[in-house]
């Protein structure tokens, strides 16, 4: 269990935490001198259970609130510290609305100098803290009167903390590995030490790890899990680790770093979230509306733009936070937003989606989705999620941006089902992939109903038909299992239903019957071009090209180039010629020249029909020579 401290400045916090473990945690000389906490400071004991408890002291003074919300993040119980002689103050007010803020509900009360004050007046601190406490969640928290002077309540005290050390469940172990870092220094002999909690999964000697944001790689050299050495440090436990690696240094690491599985690396500068605003606020928080964002132990400036209308004090809602730089986050971590000159808490909230969009984020839609998203199981948020327009939902973000396990991963997505492209993964809802499959085969029956001489419908057109509109690898995906089912063929960049066949009107097969005399006979290795005949006939060029490239769809015909057309059998003719040819030739390769001769045709066409063999792989090229591919000699017949 991870304790932290919290209160006024100068109501013996570190006092306290010395009495129960025997750590003094104010460690710099600046500390001392002055008789106030700066920095974290940190101290651990085995308060009887056996476990070690670890202790979090965090600054009360108003300047260091900042540091307090360093070490206030991943805490399991707050240990808030009330002076009986002055009773609440300031930063208990604030210290409390940050621990409510942040979802902390577990929580003991210390009235601390409890030596200074006769029974009335720990009475009258102790009903001013109830009605502080009240609405809170801390509200009914124990208020343990203590003394470090008289050592008045700290067995009590200690005792209702080993309470509440064996009470803590365990942490998300089944999830991927975060660190949130709050220290980093060097060690002689041994390199770059960070330290901080354990915020999901667990970490071994050995393992390799990414630091977020900046993306440094580091080896994990050795493992102090609340402050012994051991070869795992699990979730929920303070851990230091001595990292090696290119780059990795004190000053490459920094307080509000995370170190986590190179899977998780994926920083972000603009999440949704939940947003609360304090009562205290002085005025509603608008579009825009400048802060500082903390997240665990990061500190990075934000403008805030409320998505439901402006948010009043006292009052909750959806928001947009668009930050000033990069962080590392993790979907439902807690975060706190102060005014940018750092004088009050303007409120908190849960992150909700750490891949906001910039257009389209006020709509009916998005705001369903981010209140499906809001739901803590993520098994029912990505349900609640596809069942909400668009319907489809980025499964490789989902599962990374919640952390998520192997198993836990397993149980997410059982019974949804997942369309999976190289590294993409969509995934939809059963009857969404239905929807998907009757909207599909309805479109293209309606398509060869409407134009009967198509071959079919493009995959692009029909991806852009279909609700919901699947992105293009998902639709691949989506496609290439529909194939496999049978439910339709792919013929080049053209999809169509096992049973249609290109069918063209009495008037185009008129104009086809037309045509075909044209290019037999004794002309049919020089057939006359497109606009030849549609001069020579007085109709549009446009309706021969048409009915031209619908028989060439049936296979009646071969597009050599734009104004050629040949009858397929010329075609076939042709391959039987060219393997001819090679076959006199000395050396096995036809020429231009000879293919020529033999179909009697200009130097010109005859390349171009070359060239058009070429592009169907039934030619080998080496320079100005070619030969027949046996491989695919009987393309044409």
Not at 458 to 484: M, N, Q, V, W, Y
Not at 524 to 546: L, Q, Y
Request: hydrophobic share 45%.
């Amino acid at each position: 269990m991870i304790v932290g401290t919290a209160g006024h400045i100068d109501h013996g916090k570190t006092a306290l935490v010395r009495a129960l473990t025997g750590v003094d945690a104010d460690r710099l000389a600046e500390e001392k001198v002055r008789g106030i906490t700066i920095e974290l400071g940190f101290a651990y004991a085995d308060l009887g259970t056996g476990a070690i408890t670890g202790f979090v002291d965090v600054p009360g003074h108003e300047r260091f609130v900042h540091t307090m919300l360093a070490g206030a993040g991943g805490i399991d119980l707050a240990l808030l510290v009330v002076a009986t002689d002055d009773g609440v103050m300031p930063q208990t007010r604030e210290h409390l609305a940050i621990l409510d803020l942040l979802g902390v509900h577990r929580g003991i009360v210390a009235l601390s100098k409890a030596d200074l004050a006769d029974p009335a007046r720990r009475a009258e601190v102790a009903a001013e803290i109830a009605a502080l406490l009240d609405g809170t969640g801390l509200e009914g928290a124990p208020v343990i009167p203590v003394s470090t002077v008289t050592g008045e309540g700290i067995d009590a005290l200690r005792a209702a903390l080993a309470e509440a050390e064996a009470q803590t469940t365990a942490r998300a172990e089944d999830a991927r590995f975060r660190l949130g870092v709050d220290r980093s220094f060097t060690l002689r002999g041994a390199g770059t030490v960070i330290t901080g909690t354990v915020l999901s999964g667990r970490v071994a000697v050995g393992d390799t790890v990414s630091v977020s944001p900046r993306g440094l790689t580091a080896r994990v050299r050795a493992i102090h899990a609340q402050n012994q050495p051991v070869q795992m440090g699990v979730a929920g436990q303070r851990c230091a680790l001595n990292l090696a690696g290119e780059g990795i240094g004190r000053e490459a690491v920094r307080r509000g770093d995370v170190v986590l599985d190179p899977a998780l690396h994926a920083p972000t500068d603009r999440i949704d979230v939940s947003l609360r605003v304090l009562g205290s606020e002085p005025r509603p928080v608008g579009t825009w509306f400048p802060a500082r964002l903390h997240s665990g132990a990061a500190e990075v400036g934000a403008r805030i733009v409320p998505l439901e209308g402006p948010l009043a004090p006292g009052s909750e809602g959806l928001a947009q936070l668009v930050l000033d730089q990069p962080i590392a986050a993790a979907v439902g971590d807690r975060y706190i937003l102060r005014d940018v000159s750092a004088r009050r808490t303007v409120g908190g909230g849960a992150f909700l989606d750490l891949r906001a969009p910039t257009r389209r984020r006020r709509t009916p839609e998005r705001l369903a989705q981010l209140q499906a998203a809001a739901r803590p199981d993520p098994a029912e948020a990505l349900q609640a999620m596809l069942a909400a327009p668009p319907h489809v939902v980025d499964l490789t973000a989902f599962l990374r941006d919640r952390a998520l396990g192997e198993n836990e991963a397993r149980r997410v997505t059982d019974g949804v089902t997942v369309l999976e492209a190289g590294a993409s993964r969509v995934a939809i809802s059963p009857l969404t992939h239905r929807g998907l499959v009757a909207g599909m085969l309805d479109r293209l029956a309606r398509f060869h109903e409407e134009s009967p001489e198509m071959q079919g419908l493009g995959r692009e057109r029909l991806r852009l038909a279909l609700t919901p509109r699947l992105p293009k690898d998902a639709f691949a995906a989506f496609l290439s299992e529909r194939i496999a089912a049978g439910d339709i063929v792919a013929e080049g960049a053209f999809l169509r239903l096992p049973g249609h066949a290109v069918r063209l009107s009495e008037e185009d097969e008129a104009l086809y019957a037309r045509i075909v005399p044209e290019l037999s006979g004794e002309a049919r290795f020089r057939p006359p071009r497109v606009r030849d005949m549609a001069t020579s006939w007085d109709i549009p060029e446009a309706d021969v090209r048409r009915v031209l490239r619908m028989a060439a769809r049936q296979g009646r015909v071969d597009q050599i180039r734009h104004d050629h057309f040949f009858l397929r059998a010329t075609t076939a003719e042709m391959v039987r010629i060219i393997a001819e040819v090679q076959s006199g030739a000395p050396d096995g390769w036809v020429t231009a020249p000879a293919f020529r001769d033999r179909v009697q045709n200009g130097r010109k066409v005859a390349i171009e029909i070359l060239d058009f063999y070429d592009r169907q792989g039934v030619t080998l090229r080496r320079g100005d020579l070619r030969r027949i591919n046996s491989h695919r000699a009987d393309l044409f017949g």
